[in-house]
Structure formats: C-alpha cells, structure tokens
C-alpha cells in the first residue's frame, strides 16, 4: 500500500526550493509545518568527519520527526541543489521551531532518485558545538574544587581546627587516637606559622630558607572586571601556595595545598597541544575565590583561557545540587559526553550522578601519605579512568554506530541504529561520602564551605572595609563545639573507596583486553552477623567471592580476590602483551613509574584518517605516544632490577631549557640524590624515556653492588621456561582457585 504524504513546500529564507511530501515519524503526535510550508533558516556549517545523522544520534537518540521526499526534481532545481549541497559537505538545513531546532539530513534512496531527507530534532544550539566537539574526539571533563583538586585554610580557620583537635585529645584516652591526632594538630600548626609570616612579612622560611613573594598578574576578565598584581609564594616541593584573594587587604590570605599529581592529569588534558576533554569547574565556593584557585591549578590558562573562564567556572549556591545543565547553561556540550571529577557523590542531580568519578576526600593534614600510598596516586587514577572514558566512547562511535549510519538509507528507521555512546557506559560511580558507623576517629573537614565564603569575601572585595580574620571564613569549614560537616568521613572509608575503584577498575580493563566478560553478582549466605557477599563471575565462571559490612566493601574485596587468583594465568600473557596496559596494583604492575594506564586513547580503528573517510586504521600521534609510554614502562622495569633493595628512580622536573624552542620538556633522573640521567623531548614522556635510557646506561657499564645484587638473586632463582611468541599466545582461561 502506497503511502500518502502531506504536501508541503520548502523555502529557504524567501526563496520557494520545490514541492515535498512528508512523512511523519508517529503520526499521533507528529506537528505539522505552519501553513504546510518547510522554512529553512540556514545550513549548518560543515563537518569535518563525522556524518550528521551519527551526531545527532549521540546527542539527541531516536529524535526522527517525520521523513522529506520531494515530489519530482531535475539536476538543476534547488531542492537538488540543497540536497547536493548538505550530502556531499556533510551539512543539514535547519528549521527553527522555538527552542529546538529541526535539522533535514540528506539521505540517499534505495527506491526513489529525488531529493530525500530525515528530519529530527536537536536542542536549539547544541548540533554545531557537540559536532566540532566529536569532529575533534573530545568531550568534557567538570573539576570540584574544594577536597578534590585543592585544600585551603585562613589563618580563622586554622585556629578553629586546631581548638577542635585540641579538645579531642584532652578528652582521648587511647595513645594511638593521642598519637594520631598529635601529628595532625602539629601539621595544622606548621602551616599556620607560614601562613602568619606570609601576612605578617610577605615571606616565610621554608626549611630554614626565607621565599619572598612574587607579583603574579590576573589577567583582566570579561565584564568589566580589571587586572590584578597578587603577591604569591609558591613552594613547589611540597605543593603549597600562598595568595590573597583581595591584594589589598592581608586579612584575605590563605595557605593551598594542591593535589599531588595534579601536573600529571593537567598534561594528560592538553598533551601535545591536542585537547582531549574541555575544562569545567562546577564548585559551591564564593566566585572570587573559586577563580583564584583555579587560576593557581592552571596558571598558564591551557586548560581554560581567559575568555571563557566566567562562563566555565559555575560556582553554585550552598543548598542547592550541582547540575550539568547549570554547567552547560551555553549549550556547548551535552551532559552525556561530560564526566566529573568529584569528592561527592550526592550533591549532583540523581540524573548526572552516573557520570561522576568520585575520587577519595583530599586530606593533606589528617592522612597526608595516604594520596601516595597506593601505589597509583589518586588524580592518576583519575586520569586512567578519563583515558578509558574517552576511548571507550569513541571506540562505541566509530566502531558500533557510525559503520551503521553509514549503511543507512531513507527507507530505514531510527530504530535501526544501535544505542548511543554515553560517558555514563564507562564509568564505575560509587560514592565515598558515607560514614562509617562506630568510627570515633572522624576527620576534620579540610575543605572550603561555600555558604561561608559569599559573605566575607564580598566584604573584602569592596575595599572600603578592614575585615577582622574572622570575617574571611573564606571557602574554610569553621566549627562550633564539635560540630562536623556532613562530608566528613573516616579513614577507612576512604582507603575502601580507592581500593574499590582501582581494584574494579583494574580487573574491568584486564577482562577488556582479554575479551573476557565481568559480572559482580550479589549472593545470599546465611551468615550470622549478616554481611553481604558478592560473587565475581568471569565469561560465566567464578573467580573470586568477597564479604562485608557493606555491598560496596564486599564488592572490592571480591575484586581484589579476584585480581590475586587471575595473577599468575594471567601473567604470563601480560608480560609480554603490550597491549596490557595497566599498572600500579602488585604484581600486575606493567605501567609507568607513576601507576598512569597507558594511553590507548581510542583503538586504532576508532581514530580518523587525516586524508580520507572511515573506516579508521591509519596510525596516528596517539600510537607514537602509547609506543613511548610502553618503551618507558620495559626501560622502567630494567632500572628497578639493577636497583638495590630500597633504592628508586625519581623524575625532577626541570622545566623548560632556554636553549630551546617552546614545547620541550626536560627531566633529570636520579637515584639515592645522584643525577644519572638527562632527557629533553616534545612531551614529559618522551623526556623522562630519554632520561631513564640514559640511567640504564650508566647502571649497566658500572660494577656497583647493585648490579651484583641482581646477578645474586638471579641465580638463586630457578630459571624459567622461555615463553612462547606472542602470536602464539592466547588469553588464560580464568581459573577459580582455592587460596580464597
């Protein structure tokens, strides 16, 4: 039965195209075009690579609102014209209709050879900026402040913690609790000393040796807001900076810790120039304070430039929950290809809280070698998991739903496409904001409290007052009594939220690789005390069980059970599969010095060629950079065995060397405070690979004793089997074992 369209005409601004027939999607709810007429305000500006209908898909999924045929055309008409146009430069004709957008893709015909089109909706504004956006294979990353990225403290906030603390151990008995508290009570003292002679001197002595402070420009913002001079010290060693969030007024000084690794996530961000992911900041701070701290997390403004940054850091009221539409109020990104990193869970909507990566609280003063504990830091995990986001998504683009659009045609449907890419899909979301019960060891809280930030900075940003130290409880927790903030939680809960997350995350890439299949299923045991247990199950086999007080704790012990009985079938594989790319976690360690993934960035057949359309196999920047990590991690492994027992390599950061042009790196490596190695390169990787080939080098030619070492405990050692050659090798099949 033939169907019957409506019959329309199509314009372009005045201009009359031709006749058209449309077809509606679901006639129920189907509008029609006012007056029957198809006016169409303009073409989309052309995409570089991606098709249309792949773009509008992943933005805005199954959107088909009716299908356009013309009736009849020749070579020359205009609808031909349009049609040509939109097909051959990869554009679509846009039909404004209140706040959405009604976007005629040009689609090619199995049946009829006329001008033929799927009309589908996208939010007005988000098609042109999502596009450029996946032309580019990136997406957008959202930072919290406060706990995440940085801690601060005045000089209020400080008394007021340490009064806290104080009482604490007047009122403890345990001499470990004593001990415990005692060395975070000195630490809040230490900094409070320097931050005193920073207000009171502009400069402290650091290890003895006095640091002045330096001028620091702010560049002027949009909106009438002016440059600023602010007087800063920044002690690199030891991740500290001093700064006043008004210049003029001494009483606005805080003491910032900022986040161990954080250089290393920032560089993943912008390597080489190429930006992975935009930078938000999502925060409940005051603005003035928010855009200090940012601006000392990124001082060269890579991450976020000047012009944008008023619109980039969203600062929300304190009470209210974070939202990714707040954060996109200008309609450049679509929360599905955003992810956050976040402290907290629970403050964002129910509907963006799968696309949070919940990092464990910050707490230099509480649990200071607890960020380098583990053997991957904690902003190197999260920079793991952005890698893996990133690719994952993209890998879903190019190899699932763009080869289908591809073979689409007009008389498909919208139902014939698969589902679309979600950062979501890629992402472990667990919160760690919980508290542990009958923990009596709280920690303080060490963030910033935005409900007390807006008052007393605005205050101080007028000038016309003297504020009291009091007055700045800028971005700082202040208690009353014991009183603690809802965020607080204890160690333990911490530890457990990193170990699940990199356990989890660790046997979920292992399985990636490997082809394999993981399941987390929850069982019923009938124990007493009524803790839950869960079951991992590898390609329908079980590997590893895992009990405790809480799913979430269970779920990470059965993970790392898991990991432990997987070590040594899988191992043998591994170690010679350069496609195994994840360190830091015992034996599986096969990354870089920093527990970093290697950076697979999106599968060779996920990226673009630069000369022609997909499919995608050309090799690209990504490989050079993924073949110099893995050259590092095998350069790496040789150093560590010709190390004595205790000994380690260390990267020192020197900078840029003047001698050179702008963009290279350079790094010295030492061992035990002796420099054996120098590397200069286009990234930190290729600097620190020059550096430790040079390390290797040395170590080899000499005769040191720890070279005997490793040829004593090489013949104490049965010698292995050679292994066979990769091609040969397959994945082990997982294997349940009864050490659990």
């Given at each position: 039965?033939?169907?019957?369209?409506?019959?329309?005409?199509?314009?372009?601004?005045?201009?009359?195209?031709?006749?058209?027939?449309?077809?509606?999607?679901?006639?129920?709810?189907?509008?029609?075009?006012?007056?029957?007429?198809?006016?169409?305000?303009?073409?989309?500006?052309?995409s570089e690579r991606c098709l249309p209908l792949a773009v509008i898909h992943t933005i805005s999924p199954f959107s088909l609102k009716c299908k356009i045929q013309a009736k009849s055309a020749t070579e020359q008409s205009?609808?031909?014209?349009?049609?040509?146009?939109?097909?051959?430069?990869?554009?679509?004709?846009v039909v404004s209709v209140g706040n959405e957008e009604l976007?005629?893709?040009?689609?090619?015909?199995?049946?009829?050879?006329?001008?033929?089109?799927?009309?589908?909706?996208?939010?007005a504004g988000l098609y042109a900026s999502c596009m450029a956006m996946l032309n580019l294979r990136c997406l957008a990353i959202v930072f919290d402040l406060d706990e995440t990225l940085i801690v601060a403290n005045t000089m209020k906030s400080f008394e007021?913690?340490?009064?806290?603390?104080?009482?604490?151990?007047?009122?403890?008995?345990?001499?470990?609790?004593?001990?415990?508290?005692?060395?975070?009570?000195?630490?809040?003292?230490?900094?409070?000393?320097?931050?005193?002679?920073?207000?009171?001197?502009?400069?402290?002595?650091?290890?003895?040796?006095?640091?002045?402070?330096?001028?620091?420009?702010?560049?002027?913002?949009?909106?009438?807001?002016?440059?600023?001079?602010?007087?800063?010290?920044?002690?690199?060693?030891?991740?500290?900076?001093?700064?006043?969030?008004?210049?003029?007024?001494?009483?606005?000084?805080?003491?910032?810790?900022?986040?161990?690794?954080?250089?290393?996530?920032?560089?993943?961000?912008?390597?080489?120039?190429?930006?992975?992911?935009e930078v938000y900041v999502c925060t409940m701070a005051e603005r003035d304070y928010a855009l200090e701290m940012w601006r000392l997390l990124d001082p060269e403004a890579n991450l976020i430039c000047s012009k944008q940054l008023l619109d980039r850091v969203v600062c929300v009221k304190s009470g209210h929950r974070k939202s990714l539409l707040q954060v996109f109020q200008d309609r450049i990104f679509h929360p599905k290809m955003a992810m956050v990193i976040d402290d907290r869970m629970k403050v964002w909507d129910d509907k963006d809280q799968l696309r949070v990566h919940v990092v464990p609280p910050f707490a230099p003063y509480y649990a200071p070698q607890a960020e380098m504990a583990n053997a991957v830091p904690v902003l190197c995990v999260a920079r793991n998991v952005a890698c893996n986001v990133r690719g994952g998504f993209f890998k879903e683009f190019d190899e699932n739903l763009y080869q289908r659009v591809v073979e689409l045609c007009y008389e498909?449907?919208?139902?014939?496409?698969?589902?679309?890419?979600?950062?979501?899909?890629?992402?472990?979301?667990?919160?760690?904001?919980?508290?542990?019960?009958?923990?009596?060891?709280?920690p303080l809280s060490e963030a910033t409290n935005g409900a007390e930030v807006e008052p007393s900075l605005k205050i101080a940003s007028s000038g016309n007052q003297q504020p009291e130290q009091h007055q700045l409880q800028s971005s700082i927790s202040s208690f009353s009594g014991d009183e603690l903030t809802v965020n607080q939680e204890s160690t333990d809960s911490r530890d457990m939220h990193t170990g699940a997350t990199s356990y989890i995350t660790a046997l979920q890439e292992i399985a990636r690789i490997c082809g394999w299949k993981v399941e987390f299923k929850s069982v019923m045991r009938n124990h007493k005390d009524l803790q839950f247990s869960v079951e991992v199950l590898i390609s329908t086999q079980k590997i590893g069980v895992g009990s405790g007080r809480t799913r979430k704790e269970a779920k990470m012990q059965a993970a790392e059970n898991s990991l432990r009985n997987l070590e040594d079938d899988y191992l043998a594989f591994a170690s010679s599969d350069r496609r195994v790319v994840y360190g830091g976690?015992?034996?599986?360690?096969l990354g870089g010095e920093n527990g970093f993934l290697k950076d697979t960035d999106v599968a060779p057949a996920s990226e673009f060629?630069?000369?022609?359309?997909?499919?995608?196999?050309?090799?690209?920047?990504?490989?050079?950079?993924?073949?110099?990590?893995?050259?590092?991690?095998?350069?790496?492994?040789?150093?560590?065995?010709?190390?004595m027992e205790g000994q380690s390599l260390v990267f020192q950061d020197q900078g840029l060397v003047s001698t050179m042009s702008k963009g290279h790196?350079?790094?010295?490596?030492?061992?035990?405070?002796?420099?054996?190695?120098?590397?200069?390169?286009?990234?930190?990787?290729?600097?620190?690979?020059?550096?430790?080939?040079?390390?290797?080098?040395?170590?080899?030619?000499?005769?040191?004793?720890?070279?005997?070492?490793?040829?004593?405990?090489?013949?104490?050692?049965?010698?292995?089997?050679?292994?066979?050659?990769?091609?040969?090798?397959?994945?082990?099949?997982p294997n349940e074992k009864t050490s659990l």
């Open positions: 039965m033939t169907r019957v369209g409506i019959k329309s005409v199509v314009y372009h601004g005045d201009s009359c195209l031709g006749d058209v027939e449309v077809f509606p999607a679901k006639a129920k709810n189907f509008q029609p075009f006012p007056n029957k007429e198809i006016r169409i305000d303009r073409l989309s500006p052309p205009p609808l031909t014209h349009l049609y040509l146009s939109c097909f051959q430069e990869l554009k679509t004709a976007h005629l893709i040009a689609m090619p015909s199995k049946v009829e050879k006329v001008p033929s089109f799927w009309c589908c909706a996208v939010q007021d913690k340490i009064e806290v603390l104080s009482r604490r151990i007047d009122d403890e008995d345990d001499p470990v609790r004593v001990s415990g508290m005692s060395a975070e009570l000195k630490r809040y003292l230490e900094d409070k000393e320097l931050l005193r002679q920073y207000i009171e001197g502009d400069s402290v002595l650091d290890g003895g040796k006095p640091i002045t402070i330096q001028n620091e420009e702010v560049p002027a913002l949009p909106g009438g807001h002016s440059s600023l001079i602010r007087p800063i010290i920044r002690l690199q060693e030891r991740n500290i900076v001093l700064t006043r969030i008004n210049p003029e007024i001494r009483d606005t000084s805080v003491l910032v810790r900022l986040r161990p690794a954080w250089d290393d996530l920032k560089s993943y961000l912008t390597a080489k120039g190429r930006k992975r992911f498909n449907e919208m139902a014939d496409l698969p589902q679309a890419p979600d950062v979501s899909h890629y992402l472990f979301s667990e919160d760690s904001g919980a508290i542990l019960n009958n923990n009596r060891d709280i976690l015992g034996k599986l360690s060629s630069e000369k022609e359309d997909p499919p995608f196999n050309s090799k690209t920047e990504d490989f050079v950079e993924l073949d110099v990590l893995n050259k590092l991690s095998a350069v790496l492994s040789c150093v560590k065995e010709l190390c790196y350079c790094f010295q490596a030492e061992i035990d405070g002796k420099i054996l190695g120098k590397g200069v390169g286009l990234s930190i990787e290729e600097a620190k690979l020059k550096a430790a080939e040079e390390t290797l080098k040395i170590l080899k030619a000499s005769g040191d004793l720890s070279t005997q070492k490793h040829l004593h405990s090489s013949r104490s050692r049965p010698t292995p089997s050679p292994s066979p050659p990769l091609s040969q090798q397959q994945p082990p099949l």
